[in-house]
């Protein structure tokens, strides 16, 4: 990595997500949330109108626009240019919609998979986009996930839908890989995983690390609020900083830019 780490803060406008669902519904709240996280530091903010939590249903693309397109469109006016704003779905039509209204990176927790359109626009609007990996859907990804080896069955999927990507026309540059930490995985899947984090850093992709607040470091540190896990959080973003890891995903921003900082003056010592 020739390049210092971003922080990439959470904005979800659900009712229902894992850890902040119904928190921050409604623009002005959301905005507000938003150029906090700004200002502490979030190169990214990453918006999203749908739940990926295990067990989740679907929400339409028409729910998702409602929930996202005036935060989004508010947030652009409000949010320094210098800080881009991610759309975190994996329908083309939500994301044609935020585009327009002023984001500029698509997250896609399918990977292309969800919408055939959705590789073609990104093409066509010359954005990045996250490809992220998820065993079956959020419905029932959690239902005892098996691999015969997670780090290569990940980076297997991953590079697969890169290589996708690329056949579709998407810039190399524009490829952001996130191996999906908690999407399908058991705590020990999640471990090698981060243990492996260097692994898939090394196939020259930017890599996406999202396992802010994930309930899997609860169980390690016999924490059951997921509010109360930001120290854990921040040891895989220092983890990750060391591993090779562009993107931070996280809640607590304020917390991982300060890790993420500290971690890249010494990897760079």
């Not at 984090?197 to 899997?216: D, M, V």
Request: aromatic letters at 4%.
């Amino acid at each position: 990595m020739n390049s210092s780490p971003v922080i990439m803060g959470i904005l979800n406008v659900t009712p229902d997500s894992f850890s902040d669902g119904g928190r921050f519904n409604g623009t002005d709240i959301a905005v507000s949330h938003a150029i906090n996280m700004a200002n502490a530091g979030a190169g990214i903010i990453d918006v999203g109108g749908e739940s990926t939590r295990p067990g989740s249903d679907r929400v339409s693309a028409q729910e998702q626009i409602a929930r996202v397109g005036d935060v989004i469109r508010a947030c652009r006016q409000r949010l320094p240019q210098s800080v881009h704003i991610s759309i975190d779905t994996t329908r083309a039509e939500v994301a044609e919609y935020v585009l327009d209204a002023g984001a500029d990176i698509v997250n896609d927790v399918s990977a292309g998979r969800d919408d055939p359109d959705m590789f073609q626009l990104v093409v066509d609007r010359q954005c990045p986009c996250v490809l992220m990996h998820m065993l079956g859907t959020p419905k029932i990804m959690q239902d005892d996930p098996h691999y015969d080896d997670v780090v290569y069955d990940v980076k297997r999927f991953l590079l697969d839908r890169a290589e996708a990507a690329l056949q579709a026309g998407i810039a190399d540059h524009n490829i952001i890989l996130d191996p999906g930490i908690g999407f399908g995985k058991t705590r020990e899947h999640n471990l090698q995983l981060l243990q492996g984090l260097a692994e898939l850093a090394a196939t020259g992709f930017q890599i996406l690390l999202g396992a802010s607040r994930k309930r899997f470091m609860g169980s390690l540190c016999e924490e059951t609020s997921t509010d109360n896990l930001v120290a854990a959080t921040c040891a895989t973003t220092a983890l990750g900083v060391m591993a090779g890891v562009k993107y931070f995903r996280v809640h607590d921003v304020r917390e991982n830019h300060q890790a993420a900082i500290v971690a890249w003056a010494i990897k760079n010592s």
